[in-house]
């Protein structure tokens, strides 16, 4: 019997020692390889905006897409006013700021009610993260921030707009669980094609910009703001648009587009 009690506390003891000793390994490995994992999300992150703009021509290394990327300008834009702020309250600078932390801090964000939050996010942030692109004195392009819930998931992505911010370069989504073959076909490069050239707001300075279920009808006059609805994903096309609706609208980039299309952003 002792020598049975001896065996079991001495397996016991070789398995915690173990597990104490994987913890550690696992744990360091994790400290380790952060670094790596955010550089590498850093460069996914450039290159769909670059992908989005229009910019991203064919496979390119990294310190190709880096110094693409480092053409751009990071703003800080007050969602309220529609101006620019150079910092956050806390010193953060627009480069360095987390969008998406702030829109998890009560004291960064509001809380949507159900009526506004037609995007299904929750939360807004006060301040978001914009890029501008810049020819010579010139904006060339403007890169915003969106996401929304589809069917099954927040669709994070880019909305680039050309400098008149009235015009889309390009869209991209960069993280979304929709379903492949339909809502996930947000991905589709033929899809994603339809994008540029598109009219954002209307002469009313509306906006306008939607899906269209069953296609878009090239004859028609709407067609400078449509762009074909995802064939078989009713409910991923209509977050695509209850997204543009309101990252555009007033609670959203709408004070902050119109100053940058009547020239004062």
């Keep these: ?35 790596a994992q955010t550089s590498n999300k850093q460069l996914d992150r450039q290159k769909n905006i670059l992908s989005a703009a229009g910019l991203l021509d064919g496979p390119m290394s990294k310190a190709d897409i880096e110094a693409q990327f480092s053409r751009f300008e990071a703003r800080l834009v007050d ?38 939050d037609i995007a299904g996010i929750g939360r807004r942030e006060n301040l978001a993260q914009v890029y501008i692109l810049k020819d010579g004195v010139n904006v060339s392009k403007i890169v915003l921030p969106i996401r929304g819930y589809g069917l099954w998931s927040t669709l994070w992505g880019y909305l680039v707009l050309e400098g008149d911010g009235n015009t889309v370069a390009g869209l991209a989504y960069y993280d979304q669980q929709e379903t492949p073959g339909l809502g996930g076909e947000v991905d589709n490069p033929a899809w994603k094609a339809q994008w540029p050239g598109k009219r954002v707001f209307n002469d009313a300075g509306a906006v306008a910009i939607h899906l269209k279920k069953g296609g878009v009808d090239p004859a028609s006059q709407d067609a400078q703001y449509q762009v074909d609805a995802l064939s078989g994903a009713t409910l991923t096309s209509k977050g695509v648009d209850y997204m543009l609706q309101f990252w555009l609208g007033e609670n959203g980039f709408g004070p902050y587009l119109q100053k940058v299309r009547g020239g004062q952003a």
């Design 1 to 35: 019997m002792s020598q049975h009690k001896e065996t079991t506390g001495h397996t016991l003891l070789v398995a915690f020692v173990l597990c104490i000793v994987c913890s550690v390994v696992v744990a360091g490995a994790a400290v380790a390889l952060k670094p």
């Design 79 to 116: 969602l309220d006013s529609g101006n620019y702020v150079s910092e956050t309250d806390n010193g953060v600078q627009p480069e360095d700021f987390d969008q998406k932390k702030a829109s998890k801090d009560p004291g960064q964000s509001i809380d949507l009610d159900g009526d506004t």
